[in-house]
């Protein structure tokens, strides 16, 4: 099987570095040729990778001799733009990493293509009146833009990629039933890989500014206020800090605002000095923090990703690691996490307190955290899933096929999806095509 | 060529365009190719049905055909590369007859949004077509009207060729064809009481139903008109047809509001018959010329009795207005030379 | 009784089924029934097999008639309150598409369909007795009706020639190659006569046919006719054979031209591999029944041409075998419509 692979490639793009892991599995399976468009530095592969300046350069004589398309997406702009743009005129397998794909799309129309109305029509098309609204409201100074609230949630476009896609690949059960909403084809749950970097050297405590007996509580990855710093500064602030010395690093892009709200949460809660807002710093600076935290702290509400690299980063070194009981946090085995309600101040609290008392109930958690992850988030598992999937997209084709051109034609005759006689023949077609058992 | 005539069928009723595809479909074999008649089942009730139907025929395929005649809605949808429309009918509850009687789909949303689509199919299937017919210039003026399509009209031949030879100006008028209220005969039956000529009528043809035999013959012995008038309520062959017409004195033809001419018509044209017929009959005109080749008069019962005792009065100008009919018809060319020629071109 | 027929057909392609609808259509008229017959045209590429699939599904015939026999898949998928479904064979191997995970995947929807058509119908008929098994492994009760012969009235025997007569497509199913191979081995001067259409791209095969006989040195008696057979030309072959020949390659159905050597008194030499003619063939009854091996055969033509009488008889013995086996549209209709 000829797989060609669209994929950030860059060496700054976490989806490129999980990329590099399969593909390098994956090409033990099938001939797989990595399309990337990256002008900077990407990984390294075993696997041929073909680096291309624009989407037009990729031609369809190109993609012909390819059996099959995956394409990677993620919510950020730069890295997945121009795969964007090619997965629309070819359709292939879309692996969606991120839930919330609102941020792309909107920045891909309003700042790419700078055109407002085809950002409006979008929403519209998708989400009905309220998305107009929202999109409306969005571009007039009416109120915040529904990407900077936890709205977004109820706008998470990833539509705008599934329908054209044949198959799509999710890597939490959550996105999954999410996808199944709208996209009749067939889905599939694969949990990301991910391995760490276990050889190169981490700094010390002495050298990250830590005392040996500070009780290192972290949270790593791009700040965001659906990680709720916040509410962890709140509740550190409320735990009995006499017994050990706590320090709290909040290590990752920060933007200006939240930043001034943490500390404003820092000051009231009077933890100058326990907390530490690092900002963005080296990934070895980054690998030393985790490596010696005593406790993750790895809270979303409300939950916008598709799964957590940072989590699965976190329990491959082997932490414990307190969640939020959502989306794909929800999905951990029970006694390899600690989950709370991620909206309840006390559970956190509570959590954090009976953790920073407790090591052994700390060095059991990291332990089985770290021996699910190692079982589950493999790379060859991932490739395996992947071939065991293609097989079932080619399967899912021919009906695929069906439903595209019965689709086609009543859109011709301006049949709207909303009438009934839509929904009576998508039932028709299931029984009539869904059994399968050989009569003669 | 290898080609295919496409039309509806309700199964066991059959009317002038099935007639029309039969026909058709012999005269291409007779002039050379290989033809075969498809029909598509058709039905539009409940109104979902419309739809389905509409669908199916998008669906199917032509394997091994080089050209596609479709004749009628919705099989006129099947795709095919080569394909030429000789529309008899579109789907006039969409269409004139929304808004009257015979509108058949529901005014609900449901209805509404079925007639949506049949006018949007029609618009977008017929574009796919490399021509269009119509058997009348009535239904061409509908397709312009509602679907802003042009067309071509191409009057429809009789299968068998009139023999014309002495033609007798004989004491009756003649009504050929299904009996029907649609057709009319009773009305030229309840007119012969206000004749105050000699004029006879014969109604030739099978009774639709009971009820359309049982009126005519109600009328006959009511108006004590059985001296005049004889109903023949069967199916007449051939021959007996060609001996009527070679005989009548005129042709009487007054259906309500039909788009094409009528076979009935051509017969009597053909046959160098004048012909009476109705000005609400529709597309009749297109072969009669008031007092030239005809009468086209109010259908009403004095005003057709009139037109009937005229033309017996004055029998020399009966014979004139056959042959200026006759004339008429070879004026416009209809025949099957040119429709063979025009489809598989 | 209103009645609605239904098939499927290739435009301008003939094929085995399209004359056994016509014939039923006549038949049911002849009867005094109203019929009315759709021909559907159905496409083979796999990639528009389904599509035509649904349309046919979406056809509602349920309003019409009083009766649906639907002949040929998928016509069985039309929906009706009262539709029964006679399966003649048909080349259930789809033509192979790009890819055979999406082969079969489409292979499984069709069967699916297949299914649910099948199970709706108030009555399954087959054309044989393998294919009443196979159903009855999948729980489905099928009742096995033989197609008749057409234009039974037109086959005649005019007395009993030399020549052994195998009429049926060319193909390299029905195995005439075997007949000639055979033929070296016989003692008699019993001669072949083999004739009947080829398939579009079935030049390779008569090339084959006539390396054969070029190659054993059979010109002399065995005549190749490839191509159509006008049916007066057909009538008179069977009527002057000795006897027929039909052992294609266990194929389900009774083969056709069994039957018009029947028709012509004639009887037929088949093999223990051809499938469904033993259904129809008695071994001594009214042919001879031997293994696929050239000497036997051969053995068997020598007998029909040596031993007249026996012959004879056993041709005298074809239509009373085909009244028994309800080979006649007074059975097929009957059945049809109960």
Avoid at chain 1, 7 to 27: D, N
């Amino acid at each position: 099987m000829n797989i060609a692979w669209f994929t950030p490639f860059s060496t700054k793009s976490a989806i490129g570095r999980c990329s590099a892991g399969i593909v390098e599995e994956l090409s033990k399976l099938a001939q797989v040729d990595v399309f990337c468009f990256d002008s900077e530095e990407t990984h390294s592969s075993n696997a041929p990778i073909r680096k291309f300046t624009s989407p037009s350069a990729v031609t369809e004589e190109i993609l012909s001799q390819y059996d099959i398309v995956i394409y990677n997406f993620g919510n950020y702009l730069p890295f997945h733009r121009d795969i964007i743009e090619v997965s629309r005129r070819h359709p292939g397998i879309a692996i969606l990493h991120d839930f919330v794909m609102h941020h792309l799309f909107a920045g891909y129309y309003l700042e790419h293509l700078k055109s407002e109305p085809l950002y409006i029509q979008a929403m519209e098309r998708l989400y009905g009146r309220p998305g107009k609204r929202a999109a409306l409201d969005s571009l007039s100074n009416a109120g915040p833009r529904v990407w900077e609230t936890d709205a977004v949630v109820n706008y998470p476009m990833f539509e705008l990629v599934t329908s054209t896609a044949c198959g799509v690949i999710t890597h939490s059960g959550f996105l999954k039933k999410h996808v199944e909403d709208s996209f009749a084809g067939p889905v599939r749950k694969i949990s990301l890989p991910y391995t760490i970097d276990r050889q190169s050297q981490v700094m010390s405590r002495q050298e990250l500014g830590l005392g040996e007996k500070d009780l290192l509580i972290v949270t790593v990855g791009h700040a965001n206020r659906n990680k709720r710093i916040t509410s962890v500064i709140e509740a550190i602030g409320q735990l009995d800090r006499s017994q050990n010395s706590i320090r709290y690093v909040i290590a990752g892009a920060c933007a200006g605002d939240y930043r001034r709200d943490l500390k404003s949460m820092i000051a009231q809660n009077g933890l100058e000095g326990v907390v530490r807002i690092v900002g963005e710093v080296s990934d070895q600076e980054l690998r030393s923090y985790l490596s010696h935290a005593d406790i993750c702290v790895n809270l979303r509400w409300p939950a916008i990703e598709g799964a957590s690299a940072s989590a699965i980063e976190e329990m491959l070194f082997g932490k414990p690691l307190i969640v939020g009981n959502v989306g794909f946090y929800a999905e951990l085995p029970e006694n390899s996490v600690v989950r709370i309600d991620p909206q309840s101040l006390e559970q956190l609290r509570d959590a954090l307190g009976r953790l920073a008392s407790n090591p052994e109930e700390r060095a059991r958690l990291g332990v089985a955290a770290r021996e699910y992850a190692e079982r589950e988030f493999r790379s060859d598992s991932y490739a395996r899933q992947v071939i065991a999937f293609l097989r079932e997209v080619q399967g899912a084709r021919p009906l695929l096929d069906l439903t595209d051109k019965l689709a086609r034609q009543l859109d011709q005759m301006g049949i709207s999806r909303d009438m009934q006689i839509v929904d009576d023949l998508a039932g028709e077609l299931d029984t009539l095509f869904g059994g399968g058992e050989s009569i003669t | 060529m290898r080609i295919a005539v496409l039309n509806n069928c309700v199964p066991f009723l059959r009317g002038g365009a099935e007639h029309l595809a039969d026909a058709l479909t012999a005269k291409l074999q007779e002039y050379g190719h290989e033809a075969v008649l498809i029909r598509v089942p058709f039905r539009w009730d409940p109104p979902e049905k419309i739809i389905e139907h509409m669908l199916a025929c998008r669906l199917l395929r032509l394997p091994n055909v080089e050209r596609a005649i479709a004749i009628k809605f919705p099989a006129a949808y099947v795709p095919h590369p080569n394909k030429v429309l000789w529309l008899v009918h579109q789907f006039r509850q969409a269409y004139d007859f929304w808004g009257t009687e015979f509108q058949g789909l529901p005014d609900s949303v449901r209805g509404r949004q079925i007639r949506a689509a049949v006018i949007r199919a029609d618009n977008h299937f017929f574009a796919e077509a490399k021509a269009i017919y119509t058997n009348s210039k009535v239904t061409g003026d509908r397709l312009r009207r509602f679907n802003g399509i042009d067309s071509e009209v191409l009057l429809p031949p009789l299968y068998d060729p009139v023999e014309v030879e002495q033609q007798e100006c004989g004491d009756f008028i003649l009504c050929l064809g299904r009996v029907n209220a649609a057709k009319r005969q009773h009305l030229v039956v309840k007119a012969m009481k206000h004749c105050k000529t000699e004029v006879k009528l014969i109604v030739a043809g099978r009774p639709e139903s009971e009820a359309d035999a049982v009126e005519i013959r109600n009328t006959i012995r009511k108006d004590n008109l059985a001296q005049s008038i004889t109903f023949i309520d069967r199916f007449v062959s051939e021959k007996e047809k060609a001996d009527l017409l070679r005989r009548c004195l005129a042709v009487a033809y007054i259906p309500y509001d039909e788009d094409s001419y009528g076979y009935v018509t051509l017969e009597g044209c053909l046959s160098k018959k004048a012909v009476i017929t109705c000005i609400d009959s529709g597309g009749i005109d297109a072969l009669v010329r008031h007092r030239e080749t005809g009468f086209i008069v109010p259908p009403e019962p004095k005003v057709l009795a009139d037109a009937m005792d005229s033309l017996y009065s004055d029998k020399p100008g009966a014979a004139a207005m056959g042959e200026a009919g006759f004339e008429l018809a070879r004026s416009l060319n209809i025949n099957w030379d040119h429709v063979i020629e025009t489809l598989t071109k | 009784m209103k009645i609605v027929i239904a098939t499927t057909f290739t435009p301008f392609v003939k094929s085995g089924s399209t004359y056994i609808v016509n014939g039923l259509d006549q038949s049911l008229k002849q009867r005094g029934y109203d019929v009315e017959t759709f021909h559907f045209p159905f496409s083979d590429r796999p990639d528009e097999v389904l599509q035509q699939a649904t349309a046919l599904r979406l056809i509602d015939l349920s309003q019409f008639g009083d009766r649906l026999i639907a002949i040929r898949t998928p016509s069985h998928l039309l929906k009706h309150p009262n539709k029964v479904v006679w399966l003649l064979h048909s080349d259930r191997d789809a033509h192979g598409g790009s890819d055979a995970l999406e082969d079969e995947a489409r292979r499984q929807a069709l069967l699916s369909a297949d299914n649910i058509g099948l199970r709706e119908s108030s009555r399954v008929f087959c054309n044989s007795v393998a294919a009443k098994i196979r159903m009855r492994r999948h729980s489905l009760d099928a009742e096995v009706l033989y197609p008749p012969l057409l234009r039974y009235d037109q086959f005649h025997c005019d007395g009993y020639g030399d020549y052994l007569l195998y009429f049926s497509r060319l193909t390299r199913r029905k195995r005439q190659w075997l007949a000639i191979e055979s033929l070296r081995y016989t003692k008699t001067p019993v001669s072949l006569v083999i004739a009947g259409a080829s398939d579009p791209d079935g030049e390779p095969y008569v090339a084959e046919l006539r390396n054969l006989i070029h190659h054993y040195q059979l010109n002399h008696r065995v005549t190749l006719l490839p191509g159509w057979v006008p049916d007066d030309r057909k009538l008179e072959l069977f009527a002057g054979c000795l006897a027929g020949l039909c052992f294609p390659l266990d194929d389900d159905s009774y083969g056709y031209s069994s039957l018009e050597a029947h028709a012509s008194h004639k009887a037929i030499l088949t093999t223990t591999d051809a499938g469904g003619v033993r259904e129809l063939i008695v071994d001594g009854l009214n042919g001879l029944v031997r293994a696929p091996d050239p000497p036997a055969i051969a053995e068997a033509m020598d007998f029909l041409y040596t031993n007249r009488p026996a012959t004879q008889q056993m041709g005298a013995a074809g239509p009373p075998r085909m009244k028994e086996l309800g080979m006649n549209w007074d059975h097929v209709v009957e059945r049809l419509l109960s």
